[in-house]
Nanobody, 122 residues
Framework: QVQVVESGGRLVQAGGSLRLSCVVS????????VGWFRQTPGKEREFVAT????????HYADSVKGRFSISRDTAKSTAYLQMNSLKPEDTAVYYC???????????????WGQGTQVTVSS
């Protein structure tokens, strides 16, 4: 059974930085691409970033491009989302997901974490 567990969310001031972590366990880490998504109340969950199984390619939503960076550490079975220059509109529950391909569609990710709250104050 694959488990996905996110951590690192907290309250941060606008302009600050935060790094989210996502541990994927239960299967070989390199079997999965990893994606980050976020959701605010009343809105649909939206794509943030994704990284391929071998880290050779990443993709970002336009809203976070240049500010966020996704990476992964195979030895730790962990993916990261480094978030810089945070804005109040980045406030959301952030979800990590594992899937076969690094795609933007959340329906193609099979395993999901429980989410971690990021709040950016102005």
């Amino acid at each position: 059974q694959v488990q996905v567990v996110e951590s690192g969310g907290r309250l941060v001031q606008a302009g600050g930085s935060l790094r989210l972590s996502c541990v994927v366990s239960g299967r070989t880490f390199t079997d999965y691409a990893v994606g980050w998504f976020r959701q605010t109340p009343g809105k649909e969950r939206e794509f943030v970033a994704t990284i391929t199984r071998t880290s050779n390619s990443t993709h970002y939503a336009d809203s976070v491009k240049g500010r966020f960076s996704i990476s992964r550490d195979t030895a730790k079975s962990t993916a990261y989302l480094q978030m810089n220059s945070l804005k109040p509109e980045d406030t959301a529950v952030y979800y990590c997901a594992a899937g076969v391909r690094a795609v933007l569609l959340e329906s193609l990710y099979k395993y999901w974490g429980q989410g971690t709250q990021v709040t950016v104050s102005s």
